[in-house]
Nanobody, 115 residues
Framework: VQLVESGGGLVQPGGSLRLSCAASGMIFSIYDMAWYRQAPGKQRELVARIFSSGSTYYVDSVKDRFTISRDNAKKTVYLQMNSLKPEDTAVYFC??????????WGQGTQVTVSS
């Protein structure tokens, strides 16, 4: 199983980025997919999750700004991030979880929000 994130970078406050996570070696559609982030000196935290059913969950700090989506045919999960703030600066990790099938992490992509 491999999860490969892309789309990170440097953006000004108020800007947007779209992260992608391409999966391989797994039955993508049965996995709950999520994005986590880890800022320097802080614990890794859940940002958003999209279940295999398509239902979604967001941490309060990103509600109404971030949107998680998935394309099962492309085995890819996305995180559209709008109205970015400096406190969104972190390494963003893709996560795949399926009870009985495994729990996997990508290597992360850096997002920096700064003027």
């Amino acid at each position: 199983v491999q999860l490969v994130e892309s789309g990170g970078g440097l953006v000004q406050p108020g800007g947007s980025l779209r992260l992608s996570c391409a999966a391989s070696g797994m039955i993508f559609s049965i996995y709950d997919m999520a994005w986590y982030r880890q800022a320097p000196g802080k614990q890794r935290e859940l940002v958003a999750r999209i279940f295999s059913s398509g239902s979604t969950y967001y941490v309060d700090s990103v509600k109404d700004r971030f949107t998680i989506s998935r394309d099962n045919a492309k085995k890819t999960v996305y995180l559209q991030m709008n109205s970015l703030k400096p406190e969104d600066t972190a390494v963003y990790f893709c996560n795949a979880l399926s009870t009985g099938w495994g729990h996997y992490w990508g290597q992360g992509t850096q997002v920096t929000v700064s003027s």
